[in-house]
């Protein structure tokens, strides 16, 4: 059951998402089936790629911060859909071996002008390395129910 609802949200929040290490056996297998290059899929091949290594997908990247959203914050939110994403960067390569933290920033929370018993939160969202380094952000929307009456 929902905790936290549209009103609970307010321009500058920031939400800490968790954490979690990506193995070398999971970038392979998600690239097979998704984004199957060399540098994401070989890594003796991708020691030759610009990457050096091998290097998971940037849609693996993505994966992994929702999930890391999913678990850390959405559970407890009255999320009704979401709208889309603005824009996505990869900004360094995520390693084998690499331990993942999120973060979660409140840019904007707009309620309905329908009158509809929801609003729309804009949002950052940031993925760091074990190193502090900025992996991937993220800017997207999410449709928020208001608390019940």
Known sequence: MATRFFEDYHPGDVYELGAREVSEAEIIAFAKSYDPQYFHTDPEAAKRSIWGGLAASGWHTVALFMRLLVDGHLKDVDSIAS???????????????????????????????????????????ELFNQKGELVMTLQAMNLIGTRPA
């Open 83 to 125: 709208p889309g994403v603005d824009e996505i960067r990869w900004l360094k390569p995520v390693r084998p071996g690499d331990r993942l933290s999120a973060r979660l920033t409140v840019l904007e929370a707009t309620p309905s002008k329908s009158g509809a018993r929801r609003g729309l939160i804009r949002t950052l969202g």
